[in-house]
């Protein structure tokens, strides 16, 4: 055990390597034989798995099967409703994360605003392109298979945005982009 935490240790990004590793799993499920019978499964749970694969859509760590998921599914679902109900299942885990940001790490939120790097960034960047940049770089993760944390964090942390918002904002720019792979995965 002692060999594997060196191991660890040494690698430089070990999460990035987790995330890279999950969408390749993901690869194979979608494509190799051995799967076949995961993807049958995957294929049969319906709206439902719609659904909970939009809750798993907004990690990082879960973005990878859930994409293959929704292109699955494309094959025998209707997409909109399917993208809908994935849109739904992303909107709870969204405001889930921003409740707990926004609760759970206020303070280090106002410590970490504090820190010369961010300071120095702030200082770079005009306040009107500040108030336009961080939104657009936040809902980008958001929309996408990336990791909705970092764009919720964003939100949360740079801006006094109300639920209501996040809420719209989640619910559109998710749907949107599980739309958009159910609209890939029917045309391949």
């Keep these: 055990m002692g060999l594997i935490k ?8 070990p999460k990035f390597i987790v995330l890279i590793l999950t969408f390749i799993l993901a690869y194979f499920i979608l494509y190799h034989k051995n799967f076949s019978a995961l993807r049958d499964l995957l294929s049969s749970s ?5 659904f909970l694969s939009g809750i798993f859509y907004d990690s990082g760590f879960t973005a990878g099967m859930s994409t293959a998921t929704f292109i699955l599914l494309s094959k025998t679902l209707n997409i ?3 993208g809908i109900l994935g849109g ?3 909107l709870i885990t969204d405001l889930l994360i921003f409740k707990f940001i926004r609760c759970s790490f206020e303070d280090e939120i106002k410590k970490l605003s504090k820190e010369k790097l961010l300071l120095k960034f702030d200082s770079i960047l005009p306040n009107p392109l500040k108030k336009v940049f961080v939104p657009l770089i936040a809902m980008f993760f958001i929309g996408s298979p990336l990791p909705d944390e970092i764009g919720i964090t964003l939100l949360a942390a740079t801006t006094n945005i109300k639920i209501k918002t ?3 904002l989640s619910f559109t720019l998710n749907t949107a982009g599980i739309l958009t792979i159910l ?3 029917k045309a391949i």
């Design 6 to 13: 060196q191991a660890i240790k040494k690698i430089r990004y």
């Design 46 to 50: 319906g709206y439902l798995g719609a």
């Design 80 to 82: 909109i409703l399917a």
């Design 88 to 90: 739904l299942g992303a």
């Design 166 to 168: 996040i809420a719209v």
């Design 183 to 185: 609209m890939l995965g």
